[in-house]
């Protein structure tokens, strides 16, 4: 039995195909925004869906902006169906373009297999995504070092503080720091409290990373 | 010196474009764009700005099309120096395709529509450097259906041994990337359609050293 997620617009052509064509489908999950016309997209899913017997959920997103906010409740919910339904299919068409990039992060994070239809023939179209751990990318002790920081971004560390936090000397921890900086992980800004002082910071989105 | 590069999505309006180039130092600026995109006033505007940029057209509703096209850039580009990524511009399927690109290249990629927002993306994490030298070099070699016999003897003569070229045929079929059956009573391994999407990250990889 299949689970299918989707993103919706304004269009409820843009999710339907995949409804029809996912075979065993037990249940439609599907993210769209607070604009009329998205929730008159709901309205017409939800009916469509009714029709075929198929359970629906329409997640209504806070802000279908906001990739970030997105990507991790889609990521949440994603995880929370695979543990009674391994089966997990998504449709990334509709929506806005964050929340079909934000999708398109989890499917590749969560290696489900992701379609899109086509705007003019709605035909649909596989993506060629492959799951890849990116985080794997990083050595253990570059992630441990993220995931703490990962763990820990509103409290604000300097590179001493942080090496006396993960109990490594100053330079090994410099050491990290650079490969995680060089690699976009980790940011240095100056500290509000102290201009004088840098502070580390793991960059927006790194929690989809090493998640 | 390093030639930086910044590779941008474009569309009809030039406004998407404009934010990344403001943001995002480059010395070299490739627009990939649908045809008719760069026959708009728009794009004439920005060839205003920039009269050395160059353009890669493609059809912006082809995801595999926009995807590899914006990967030659980035494999062309990578050889001059840095490259960047604005993802801003064009169809949906453009700024979903330099995403992907910018996953599975390992490129530093911006979204400047509103607040600038950098994708989660890890410099340098190349798709291709996740899988082991036998598993690449199978991905290279396999590009349609071998005996296991002939795949085997074709790897060991790059250096590698029977034992890992099996693990790595297993390896490669569970995550989807190979089948094997067989026929009139021989192993046979052949390339699924996930693989041949994923093989030009591998071009020009080293087999075992």
Same mark, same amino acid.
């Given at each position: 039995?299949?689970?299918?997620?989707g993103t919706l617009?304004?269009?409820p052509?843009?999710l339907?195909?995949?409804?029809?064509?996912?075979?065993?489908?037990?249940?439609l999950v599907f993210y769209h925004s607070d604009?009329?016309?998205s929730r008159d997209a709901r309205a017409k899913v939800m009916e469509?869906c009714?029709?075929?017997?198929?359970p629906a959920t329409g997640v209504e997103l806070? %802000?279908?902006?906001?990739?970030?906010?997105?990507?991790?409740?889609?990521?949440? %919910?994603?995880?929370?169906?695979?543990?009674?339904?391994?089966?997990?299919?998504?449709?990334?068409?509709?929506?806005?373009?964050?929340?079909?990039?934000?999708?398109?992060?989890?499917?590749?994070?969560?290696?489900?297999?992701?379609?899109?239809?086509? %705007?003019?023939?709605?035909?649909?179209?596989?993506?060629?995504?492959?799951?890849?751990?990116?985080?794997?990318?990083? !050595?253990?002790?570059?992630?441990?070092?993220?995931?703490?920081?990962?763990?820990?971004? %509103?409290?604000?560390?300097?590179?001493? !503080?942080?090496?006396?936090?993960?109990?490594?000397?100053?330079?090994?921890?410099?050491?990290?720091?650079?490969?995680?900086?060089?690699?976009?992980?980790?940011?240095?800004?100056?500290?509000?409290?102290?201009?004088?002082?840098?502070?580390?910071?793991?960059?927006?989105?790194?929690?989809?990373?090493?998640? | 010196?390093?030639?930086?590069?910044?590779?941008?999505?474009?569309?009809?309006?030039?406004?998407?474009?404009?934010?990344?180039?403001?943001?995002?130092?480059?010395?070299?600026?490739? #627009?990939?764009?649908?045809?008719?995109?760069?026959?708009?006033?728009?794009?004439?505007?920005?060839?205003?700005? *920039?009269?050395?940029?160059?353009?890669?057209?493609?059809?912006?509703?082809?995801?595999?099309?926009?995807? *590899?096209? &914006? *990967?030659?850039?980035?494999?062309?580009?990578?050889? *001059?120096?840095?490259?960047? &990524?604005?993802?801003?511009?064009?169809?949906?399927?453009?700024?979903?395709?330099? /995403?992907?690109? #910018?996953?599975?290249?390992?490129?530093?990629?911006?979204?400047?529509?509103?607040?600038?927002?950098?994708?989660?993306?890890?410099?340098?994490?190349?798709?291709?450097?996740?899988?082991?030298?036998?598993?690449? #070099?199978? &991905?290279?070699?396999?590009?349609? #259906?071998?005996?296991?016999?002939?795949?085997?003897?074709?790897?060991?003569?790059?250096?590698?041994?029977?034992?890992?070229?099996?693990?790595?045929?297993?390896?490669?079929?569970?995550?989807?990337?190979?089948?094997?059956?067989?026929?009139?009573?021989?192993?046979?391994?052949?390339?699924?359609?996930?693989?041949?999407?994923?093989?030009?990250? /591998?071009?020009?990889?080293?087999?075992?050293?």
């Amino acid at each position: 039995m299949a689970v299918l997620f989707g993103t919706l617009g304004w269009r409820p052509q843009s999710l339907v195909p995949s409804i029809r064509s996912t075979e065993s489908l037990e249940r439609l999950v599907f993210y769209h925004s607070d604009h009329a016309k998205s929730r008159d997209a709901r309205a017409k899913v939800m009916e469509f869906c009714r029709s075929l017997g198929v359970p629906a959920t329409g997640v209504e997103l806070s %802000d279908a902006f906001d990739l970030f906010a997105c990507a991790g409740q889609i990521r949440e %919910d994603v995880r929370r169906e695979r543990a009674s339904s391994p089966d997990l299919r998504f449709n990334i068409a509709g929506g806005t373009r964050l929340m079909s990039c934000a999708a398109l992060l989890v499917c590749l994070l969560e290696g489900i297999p992701a379609t899109y239809v086509h %705007d003019e023939t709605y035909r649909e179209i596989p993506l060629p995504l492959l799951r890849i751990s990116y985080g794997a990318t990083l !050595t253990p002790k570059e992630r441990e070092v993220l995931e703490f920081l990962v763990k820990n971004r %509103d409290k604000p560390f300097s590179e001493t !503080t942080l090496a006396r936090a993960l109990g490594v000397h100053k330079a090994t921890m410099n050491h990290h720091l650079r490969g995680l900086e060089a690699a976009g992980a980790v940011e240095r800004r100056r500290d509000p409290a102290d201009a004088r002082r840098l502070i580390l910071q793991a960059s927006p989105g790194m929690e989809l990373l090493v998640g | 010196m390093p030639a930086r590069t910044l590779i941008a999505t474009v569309g009809f309006d030039e406004r998407h474009v404009l934010p990344a180039l403001r943001l995002l130092p480059y010395d070299r600026l490739v #627009a990939v764009g649908g045809r008719d995109a760069f026959r708009a006033p728009a794009f004439r505007r920005l060839l205003s700005i *920039e009269p050395d940029l160059q353009r890669f057209p493609v059809d912006p509703f082809d995801l595999q099309e926009c995807m *590899e096209a &914006i *990967e030659r850039c980035v494999h062309v580009a990578q050889r *001059e120096g840095p490259v960047r &990524i604005s993802a801003t511009g064009g169809t949906k399927i453009l700024t979903m395709a330099a /995403f992907l690109a #910018a996953f599975q290249e390992g490129v530093e990629a911006w979204y400047c529509d509103g607040p600038p927002l950098r994708l989660p993306v890890l410099r340098g994490a190349r798709l291709a450097d996740a899988f082991p030298a036998a598993e690449a #070099a199978i &991905i290279v070699h396999l590009r349609k #259906a071998m005996s296991l016999e002939s795949l085997l003897a074709a790897l060991t003569e790059l250096g590698f041994a029977r034992r890992t070229v099996m693990a790595a045929i297993l390896s490669l079929g569970r995550k989807g990337l190979v089948q094997s059956s067989k026929r009139t009573g021989r192993d046979v391994v052949r390339p699924s359609p996930e693989l041949a999407s994923i093989r030009s990250h /591998f071009a020009g990889r080293p087999g075992k050293a």
